[in-house]
């Protein structure tokens, strides 16, 4: 049927999806895979991407999305937070007098048509993270202090709001300034649990990308702490830079969304910002490994999610993917860009095939999907 994704062959875990070393429901910053499985994973994008259209009233830019499934939500249904404004371009935000950006939220039942819910919950704010620990949602944003449409002047801090159930939040907390090498920008920030302690990867400096007037995050770096809500130490270098002779970042780090594996690797899903010879900007999305979070592998690999040229897209951007036991899924929703200068930003789906788990009755094949039962 048009707009289904067929079931993962061999992907499909017992209802619900348990720690079988703790006794608990895995938290969805968890991956219930291995990292071998989540770097051979191949990502079919839905048929009726994208999916979530900016709103018409905040011009053309719904971007950076987070998430939770239904498992992890006080309703039992999706959520999806984004930020919503103009596009980047001056010529744009002067001719449409677009509004700041802001976060919004959605709500769906599937996942695939979502509803918005009317609610801003940070004004001038974009880059959003939602983490679930406990009773209690975090929701980590860039909040952003100067903007001058067409410049490197995009300056921001990350803060924080927490709920208990997603409908009342906090007052902001702040969370992280920038440091001086880092250029008077912080953001794009990801949670997840080290050793006990808490690594925040967050992008920091600034690219500026002469062809799209606007800039995009030039490295990315760690703050670790013993305490989700802070105060976090950042570490004096970054973990992630580009260099030109990297052919999938040599412009800029971009963004990455870390998460644990059940073998004890970090992934990291990072879009990167890269150019080609005789060609423009572009972004797309890798796989890249970690035992630390400090030192990472997999930078030489292929990217996995590019730009649809068929729908004119030229970026694909920020992601967050995440284990959903309602469809038995392992789902990624991403933002993509049509065009440079003057561009629209809008939020697709991809869904993670495991093709080398090919034939679980004779038990040839490469590895197999893990599963996991009360304790």
Same mark, same amino acid.
């Given at each position: 049927?048009?707009g289904?994704?067929s079931?993962?062959?061999?992907?499909?875990?017992?209802?619900?999806?348990?720690?079988?070393?703790?006794g608990k429901?895995f938290?969805?910053?968890?991956?219930?895979?291995?990292?071998e499985?989540?770097?051979?994973?191949?990502?079919l994008?839905?048929? #009726?991407?994208?999916?979530?259209?900016?709103?018409?009233?905040?011009?053309?830019?719904?971007?950076d999305?987070?998430?939770?499934?239904?498992?992890?939500?006080p309703?039992?249904?999706?959520h999806?937070?984004?930020p919503?404004?103009?596009?980047?371009?001056?010529?744009?935000?002067?001719?449409?007098?677009?509004?700041?950006?802001?976060l919004v939220?959605?709500t769906?039942?599937d996942?695939?048509?979502?509803?918005f819910?009317?609610k801003?919950?940070?004004?001038?704010?974009?880059?959003?993270?939602?983490?679930h620990?406990? #009773?209690?949602?975090?929701?980590?944003?860039?909040?952003?202090?100067?903007?001058?449409?067409?410049?490197?002047?995009?300056d921001?801090?990350?803060?924080?709001?927490?709920?208990? #159930?997603?409908?009342?939040?906090s007052?902001?907390?702040?969370?992280?300034?920038?440091?001086?090498?880092?250029?008077?920008?912080?953001?794009?920030?990801?949670?997840?649990?080290v050793?006990?302690?808490?690594?925040?990867?967050?992008s920091?400096?600034k690219?500026?990308?002469?062809d799209?007037?606007?800039?995009?995050?030039?490295?990315?770096?760690v703050?670790?702490?013993?305490?989700?809500?802070?105060?976090y130490?950042?570490r004096?270098?970054p973990?992630?830079?580009?260099?030109?002779? #990297?052919?999938?970042?040599?412009?800029g780090?971009g963004?990455?969304?870390?998460y644990?594996?059940?073998?004890?690797?970090?992934?990291?899903?990072q879009?990167?910002?890269?150019?080609?010879?005789?060609?423009?900007?572009?972004?797309?999305?890798k796989v890249?490994w970690?035992?630390d979070?400090?030192?990472?592998e997999?930078?030489?690999?292929e990217?996995?999610i590019?730009?649809?040229?068929?729908?004119?897209?030229?970026?694909?951007?920020?992601?967050?993917?995440?284990?959903?036991?309602?469809?038995?899924?392992?789902r990624?929703?991403?933002?993509?860009?049509?065009?440079?200068?003057?561009?629209?930003?809008?939020?697709?789906?991809?869904?993670?095939?495991?093709?080398?788990?090919?034939?679980r009755?004779?038990?040839?094949?490469a590895i197999e999907?893990?599963?996991?039962?009360a304790?």
């Amino acid at each position: 049927m048009p707009g289904e994704i067929s079931p993962l062959p061999g992907a499909t875990l017992k209802e619900p999806v348990y720690d079988s070393r703790e006794g608990k429901r895995f938290e969805p910053q968890t991956l219930p895979f291995t990292k071998e499985q989540l770097v051979r994973a191949e990502w079919l994008k839905h048929p #009726d991407n994208p999916l979530i259209l900016p709103l018409p009233h905040t011009a053309n830019y719904l971007a950076d999305p987070t998430w939770l499934p239904p498992s992890h939500t006080p309703d039992g249904k999706y959520h999806l937070i984004a930020p919503a404004g103009p596009d980047l371009n001056p010529v744009r935000l002067v001719k449409e007098r677009a509004v700041p950006p802001k976060l919004v939220e959605f709500t769906s039942e599937d996942g695939i048509k979502w509803d918005f819910t009317g609610k801003t919950l940070v004004e001038g704010a974009t880059r959003p993270y939602l983490f679930h620990e406990g #009773d209690t949602y975090y929701l980590f944003y860039s909040q952003v202090t100067r903007f001058v449409p067409g410049t490197k002047y995009l300056d921001s801090h990350i803060k924080m709001i927490s709920s208990k #159930d997603m409908q009342t939040w906090s007052e902001p907390t702040e969370i992280l300034r920038p440091s001086k090498d880092q250029n008077n920008v912080v953001g794009n920030p990801s949670i997840v649990k080290v050793n006990g302690r808490y690594q925040m990867h967050h992008s920091g400096g600034k690219a500026y990308l002469t062809d799209c007037l606007f800039t995009e995050p030039e490295s990315i770096y760690v703050a670790e702490s013993d305490n989700v809500q802070g105060p976090y130490t950042l570490r004096d270098k970054p973990v992630i830079t580009p260099t030109d002779g #990297d052919p999938h970042m040599n412009v800029g780090a971009g963004s990455i969304k870390v998460y644990n594996t059940i073998d004890g690797y970090l992934v990291g899903f990072q879009n990167t910002i890269f150019k080609r010879k005789r060609f423009k900007t572009e972004s797309a999305i890798k796989v890249i490994w970690s035992k630390d979070g400090i030192m990472w592998e997999g930078q030489e690999n292929e990217h996995v999610i590019t730009p649809d040229r068929s729908k004119h897209q030229t970026f694909a951007y920020a992601c967050d993917v995440r284990w959903d036991e309602k469809s038995g899924e392992l789902r990624m929703y991403y933002n993509t860009r049509r065009g440079r200068s003057l561009g629209v930003e809008e939020i697709s789906l991809a869904v993670a095939q495991f093709p080398h788990e090919i034939d679980r009755q004779s038990g040839e094949g490469a590895i197999e999907v893990p599963i996991f039962e009360a304790a």
